[in-house]
Each structure stands twice: as C-alpha cells, then as structure tokens.
C-alpha cells in the first residue's frame, strides 16, 4: 500500500494553490478543488510519513456528513468526484474553530487533570472523571492558526478583540450546537458517541458557510456506544475511534509538538496499524468496507476528476 503524500498539479485556469496541514487546495477564481492527502498531523505537526487510505477515508466521511447537515447550515461543496477530492467554491475563513464537547476528554481531560475548572471560559463542576458527560455540550473556541499551534480563546476575548462579531458569534453557537446534537444522532445509530469535535466556518456574499470536514476521525472523537456506562463505572479506557490513539502514542514517546521535541520513528507496523483504526472507523460510520484502489494512477485519476469538474 502506498500513501499520497502530495500533488503537484498544474492546470489551465488555476489562479492559486495552498497545502495545508493535510489538504492540498487549488484555487480557479472563487472555485476550489480540495485534495485530501494522506498526511497525518498531530499537536499541530505534520508528521514524516503518510498513512495509506486516511485522505480518501476522511474525505469521503465528510462528504456523508456535509450532505447529512445541510439542513442545518448550507457548506461549500459542490461535488465530490473523486473518493479524495471535493469541489467547491471559496469563502473567507473566520478565524475561530468552534470546538464542541459532551464529554471530558483529550485535551479539556488534560486541563482538568491539572486543576483548571474552565475551559476557554467555561466553567466546569468539580468531581467529574475521565470520559464522563458533562451536564450540558460546552463550547470551547481556538483560534485558527496559519503556522504552529492552535490556541484556547474565550468568548469574552473573541468578542473583545473583534475577532467575531457578536452577531456573528451568535449565529456560530447555534449552527455548532445543533450540528454536534445532529452529529450525536447519526452516531448512535452506528452504535458510537461523538464526544467531541470542531467545526469550521466562513463567508461567501456575506453568508455564513460550514467549510472543511465534518465529523471525522480527525475532526472528532468517537466511543463506542456499546459499554460505555459499564467501563466509566469500573474506571477503565473508553473504547475509541479517533485520532487520540495517536496524540497517545506522540505523547507516551516524548511528543507534544513543544520545541527540542523529535517525532518518534514512524515504523511500518505503527503506520499499518493507524491506517487499520481510520478504516475501522469507516466501516463503522458507513456500514461498508473501504473498497480497494489502483494506486498506480491515482495521480493521474484525481487529477482527471478536477479537470471534469471545473470544466
């Protein structure tokens, strides 16, 4: 199996480029094509080696859940004519993730291991354990950064520094609540807990847009439903399927993404293994197994589908 660690396109009528983190974008006018790559990136690091299936998974997972939502909100795409490619058309980023959680986890877990009792400025009771719902699906915001890390922001401060505009920031908050009620509900019936996720938005003629991906292993946490309440009452390790497996293992060899820290050797069977929990995931959102691709042109096979589309 092989990984899609880049493209390097070239096409008529292209007016920009931008890889990200994870996504290769190309630009025609106030068109874009995203290309979803099979770069992995945690604490804000691209890490060295790609994980074979993990853009077409994402992208196509996406894709689901994009349609599945916009009910709630109208989103950015078009069309999606490649398993690793969506269409779509350009809005302008608002600056701010809106990061959701039901549950005590990942990084709000960490704080509150730590003694804080607020999260970006929201209060928490005290007494909660590990992987316990909250009372109530909190919003905890971070700023959208172009380079490095990501960073906790309130409320109050988004408002204060004119980052949002109040009625803006209004707006964000019921599309948020409502997608993460939305996305809960698709959960359950493949038998998993979204406990937490973030979404973007952006503007298009001053419309407010869902952009990026949706509910996704790397944009959610999930648990299985299925023994839940059995494992938080003796204490132990939610079953889960997200990117926190590898924050873990980043995290358990020394990485955090701090300065002076090295990536871990990125062995094959630790690669095979986080290509085996994105294609789990997949086969429990859709109920399908991931079907196989030629890699051979798959270079070539994308490009062909941006050139159809945009066309």
């Known amino acids: 199996m092989q990984a899609i660690k880049e493209t390097q396109f070239n096409f008529p009528g292209q007016t920009g480029f931008y890889k990200g983190k994870v996504r290769d974008v190309y630009y025609f006018g106030d068109r874009m094509a995203m290309v979803a790559t099979d770069r992995i990136s945690a604490f804000d690091v691209v890490l060295p ?32 004519p490649d398993p690793n490619v969506t269409i779509g058309f350009k809005c302008e980023p608002i600056a701010v993730e809106m990061v959701v959680r039901g549950y005590l986890a990942g990084h709000a877990w960490r ?15 005290d007494g909660l354990r590990e992987n316990d719902p909250l009372p109530s699906p909190i919003i905890t915001p971070t700023t959208k950064a172009k380079v490095g890390h990501d960073e ?39 038998g998993l ?4 996720t973030k979404y973007e938005f952006g503007k298009h003629n001053g419309t407010i847009y869902l952009i990026d991906e949706v509910h996704t292993p790397d944009s959610s946490r999930y648990f299985y439903k299925e023994g839940y309440e059995d494992r938080q009452l003796k204490g132990e390790a939610q079953k889960q399927l997200s990117k926190e497996f590898v924050r873990q ?3 358990e060899n020394g990485f955090q993404g701090k300065e002076g820290q090295q990536v871990p050797e990125m062995t094959d069977a630790i690669v095979k293994s986080i290509s085996e929990r994105y294609q789990e995931l997949y086969r429990q959102m859709t109920g399908e197994s991931l079907a196989p691709v030629n890699y051979a042109d798959i270079a070539e096979r994308i490009k062909r589908s941006i050139v159809n589309s945009i066309n």
């Open 49 to 80: 080696k790609g994980i074979p299936d993990k853009g077409r998974i994402l992208n196509q997972i996406a894709a689901i859940n994009l349609t599945a939502t916009k009910d709630i909100v109208p989103n950015w795409v078009e069309a999606t």
């Open 249 to 251: 293992w980043l995290i």
């Open 152 to 190: 906790d922001i309130s409320k109050e401060d988004i408002l204060k520094h004119g980052i949002v505009s109040a009625a803006d920031y209004q707006v964000l908050e019921d599309y948020t609540l409502k997608l993460y009620k939305r996305g809960n509900e698709l959960a359950a019936k493949r």
């Open 111 to 125: 704080e509150y291991r730590a003694g804080k009792r607020a999260v970006c400025g929201v209060p928490l009771p």
């Open 193 to 196: 807990i979204l406990v937490d």
